[in-house]
Structures are given as structure tokens and as C-alpha cells.
């Protein structure tokens, strides 16, 4: 049994990458070449030998630009 991460990037495509006991997500990102700016979605992915991968947790990154005018 292993855990994986896939980012699906704001561009459509997908990296996956296998985790390592005591990664960070920093260090995810460098294993995976992606800075955080670069993602739209994570699964947590639990890989059990030949059976179905178990989806964890999926969140979505979303950038709000908040303009402020003081006049």
C-alpha cells in the first residue's frame, strides 16, 4: 500500500507523483516540478496493491484578485 498525489494543473493536464513518509507539500511540489500557482485540483490517492485506488480528499485552489481603490 502506497499514497500517491495527482495535481491536475490549470491547464488541464495531470502530474502524478508517489509520496513519501515525511514529504511536505513543498516537497511534492519540487518532486513534481510545479509551483502552487500551477494547480487547480489535488487527490490524496491510497494505492492497495492491484485493487481500485481510494480518493481521500480533492480540493480546489481558487484565486481571488481583490482590487482596492482608495480614492
Do not use: P
Not at 21 to 31: A, N, S
Not at 37 to 61: A, H, N, R, T
Amino acid at each position: 500500500m502506497y499514497q500517491m498525489r495527482i495535481f491536475t494543473l490549470r491547464d488541464g493536464t495531470k502530474r502524478k507523483i508517489k509520496i513519501e513518509e515525511g514529504m511536505t507539500l513543498q516537497d511534492e511540489l519540487k518532486k513534481a516540478g510545479i509551483t502552487e500557482s500551477d494547480i487547480f485540483q489535488m487527490q490524496l490517492v491510497i494505492q492497495e496493491g492491484d485493487k481500485e485506488s481510494k480518493y481521500l480528499d480533492s480540493f480546489f485552489y481558487y484565486y481571488v484578485i481583490i482590487e482596492v481603490r482608495v480614492k
